[in-house]
Every structure is written in C-alpha cells, then in structure tokens.
C-alpha cells in the first residue's frame, strides 16, 4: 500500500513543487478544500478528505478533518498489533506526513479594524489538532509546519527515509508552532477583553545568533518577539558588520530617550548611559552640542539623531570614532562619507513603538512592571514658595528630568539652553553622582539646573549645586529630609522644582 499524505496548509509557498515530489516518490496525497484545489489545478493527483472519511465538510469548513478515518491514521503505533487491527476493523488507512499550516490568526489580529467575529474565525481547530497528533505520533509520521522544510524532506526521503533526528526536529517545530499560536490567541483575546489574568506567556523566535554576549565568553542570539513588532524590526541596518548584544542595548537606551524629545535632537550614548544630549537650531547643532558634554567617553559610542543626516554633519560625524549612527534617514551623499569609515554602523529606524510593559528576567523569574512612560510637565510639579522660573529655565528643567529618567541612577543630570552640561550616573550614593555631573560641567554650571532622578536623603548635594552656582533643581521630592534640602535651597536662592514622580533606573 503506498504511503500516505495528509496536506492542509494556508501558505502555498512551494506547496506544488513538495507535492509533486512526494508522488514521484510513491505518495498518495489527500487533502482539504482549499489545498485539494490548489492541487488539482496544477494537475497534482489528490483525493478530497471527504472521499476518505466519507463526511462532508460542514459548518462552513469548521468541521473537516475532525474524524476517526483522518486521527486513526495518525495516530495509530505501528508497532502495537491491537491497533493495527482496529485500523483494520475501521477500514481506516494509516498516515504517514501531515502537512499543515495554520490560519493567519497572528497576521489577522494585527489588522486594528478587525471585528470581534472576524477574528475569532482565524482560529484554526483542525490544524493544531492533526499537528499535535503526528507530532505525538513523530517516530511512526513526518509533521511538517513550514515551506522551508519541504525540500529537505523531500532529499531525505529520495535517499530512502527520514533521519530519527529529523523526525525529532520536526515535531519539536510542531509543538513549538501549536504553542505559539495559543499564545497568540491568548494574549489577543485577553487584551481586547481587558481581562487581568494571573498567567504570561511569551512567544519570541530566534531571528540570529550574535558574535557573544556583553564579553567574549559568553553566547547570545537575538529572538524576535513572533507576536507584535520589536525594536530590531524597527531598525534596519544600511552599513557595517551584525549588530552585537551590547549594540543592542545602547541602540535601545539611545532611541528611548531620543523619542522623547522634540526635533532636531541629538543623543550620545556610552555603555548604556547617556553622556551627551542636545536641541539644537539645526541638527548639526544639537549634535555638537551633545558632543562638548562629554566628548571622550563619547569616543566609540552610538549617536542617535532624530532627522535625517546630511552631508555636512556626516563630515562632522567622521571626525571621532562612533561606533553607530542611527537616524530616520541619511541623505545620498551622506552615505560615501560615512561609509570611509570601516568599522561603523548605521542604522535607520523606522516610527518608534515601545511596549506598554517592561521585563526582566530573575534567575529564571520574571519580573513585569509599567513601562516608565511619564515626561513631567510644568503642570504638575510644585514650585517651592510659588518662586517663579523664566521660560527658559522651565524648558530646561523639563529636558534635564526627561534625560535623567534614561540615566542609570544613582542619576544627576546638569543642563543649560537644552543641553547636558554633566551627567553623574550609576553611584550608590547621590552626592557622588552630583560630584561627577557638577565637575563636569565646571564653570557652565553657574545659572544652569540640576535634575535628581530621585528625592535628597541629606541637603548635601544642594549644597555642592549652590557651590557650582546652579539656579534651579527639579527632584522628586518625598525624603523625611525635604525640609533640610528646601532650608538650604532657600539660603542658596536656588529654586527648587517638586514633582512627585521618580526615576530610578537600575
């Protein structure tokens, strides 16, 4: 008896150069409406599922390969005499490949107009069910998922049979697919319905291993979230050498605090902290101005422009080492000029999406929070004794606490006309922080503000800012000690800005 075919697929791709292989080899091919004509009209000889179970398809194609006949066949050992003998008894034919790919339920739930009823039309009963089936049944049925399979089955099998490691390879694919496309339903349906749900799952696919790790002994890959777009979908690389797992990170921290501010803007970021960020009338100039903050750590770092870059700052760009540009854009003669650099990459992002939810793995656990989406505004902080601030020092306190969100903290931020004059980040205590950003900024600092990511536990880093001649602070506040800081302020004529709101950033 030849051996048999189950296909039911909804992607076609290499659909008919599989199945033609597959007869030229002895296959009898059976299959689904769909399938079963895409076939025939290629002239591929197919016998229809309902000629096997001897049932029509019904409930507008809900129910067809739900039958006996069709998981008999599947799932029956071969090595178990009773149920060779019920095969027998049921007249029912065994199935030795399973070909089969699922509705686009994930394609379709990214359609935003999609109707509640549309959608749930695009969950696949029969698929997952015939897959699950040869997958458990692997070392007796072949279960393929995907076109890219196709021809390397079919090689194996003109050699005279499957590999028991293929089979096991395939059926893995199987069950990893049946998983995804659970989840997929799962966190669908559960976000439209607004339903809080006790239950996470997570669903990525492996898009490309990297060079290593954050050092040289240690492995890493990227994995692409399979349900929504992430950030390496957003950005596309124009120039250099695979991105690695530290450019990945940096690529990310620069494009987070880049999307927060208004264009033309320029962010310089160095081991996952910013040391340089500007406005600037043009481009060109938020970028040197971004630059002067600090321009040896920004040597071999990533620089991220949120308008397109010309000709005229891809020459100001070739004179350091930057690691990687990123930008929305660069124009055509833009290119040569940043290619004469070897080892820089370039990247072009698209429009920005971040997640809602941010996550961090704990030793095998997960911890889930809100995504740190607020940029304070002038309307809802305090001003300490209603002091009044020009409009250029509400601007600036503003851009200094929205960079001071994106700074590892301990974070102080010094800033002056939109720029960063110092950054003090990742000390385990405050002052030290502020030490680092106020001696940065040296003499600039008389008339800039200060921003703390988080409230002053001791007056003492007031008293450095009023030392530095620093005009404004914008913090937190909260510290059983805020009267001490406000005690100090008030004696410097330094105001001090309250926001209620923290940014610690670990």
Known sequence: MKPRALLSVSDKAHLDEFARGLVELGWELISTGGTAKFLQERKIPVTPIESVTGFPEILSGRVKTLHPKIFGGILALRSDPTHQSELAAQAIQKIDLVCVNFYPFIEAAKKPNLSEAQLVEEIDIGGPSLVRAAAKNFQHVLVLTEPSDYASVLEELRRGGVSEMTKRRLALKAFAKVAELDIAIYQTLRERWGIASERLFLAYTKAHELRYGENPHQRAALYQNALALGLSSQVEV?????????????????????????????????????????????????????????????????????????????EKLNEI??????????????????????????????????????????????????????????????????????????????????????????????????????????????????????????????????????????????????????????????????????????KHKITMVITGVRHFRH
Do not use: M
């Open 238 to 314: 124009l120039w250099g050498k695979e991105l690695s797992y530290n450019n990945w990170l940096d690529t990310e921290s620069a494009l987070a605090l880049l999307s927060e501010l208004e264009s033309p803007a320029c962010v310089i970021i160095k081991h996952n902290n910013p040391c340089g960020v500007a406005r600037g009338q043009t481009l060109q100039e938020a970028y040197e101005r971004a630059l002067e903050c600090d321009p040896v750590s920004a040597f071999g770092g990533i620089v991220a422009l949120n308008q397109t870059v010309d000709r005229q700052l891809a």
């Open 321 to 490: 080492f930057l690691e990687i540009v990123v930008a929305p854009d660069f124009a055509p003669d833009a290119l040569p000029v940043l290619h004469q650099k070897k080892d820089r990459r370039l990247l072009r992002y698209q429009e920005l999406r971040f997640p809602k939810e941010t996550l961090r793995f704990l030793s095998g656990d997960l911890l889930v929070q809100d995504a740190d989406g607020i940029v304070i505004q002038e309307s809802s902080w305090k001003v300490l004794d209603d002091a009044k601030l020009s409009e250029a020092e509400k601007r600036d306190l503003v851009f200094a606490f929205t960079v001071c969100k994106h700074v590892k903290s301990n974070a102080i931020v010094v800033a002056k006309d939109e720029a960063t004059l110092g950054i003090g980040p990742g000390q385990t205590n405050r002052v030290g922080s502020a030490r680092i950003a106020l001696s940065q900024a040296g003499e600039k600092a008389r008339g800039a503000v200060l921003a703390s990511d988080g409230f002053f536990p001791f007056p003492d880093t007031v008293e450095l800012a009023a030392q530095y001649g620093i005009a404004a602070i914008i913090q937190p506040g909260g510290s059983v000690r805020d009267e001490e800081a406000f005690a100090v302020a008030r």
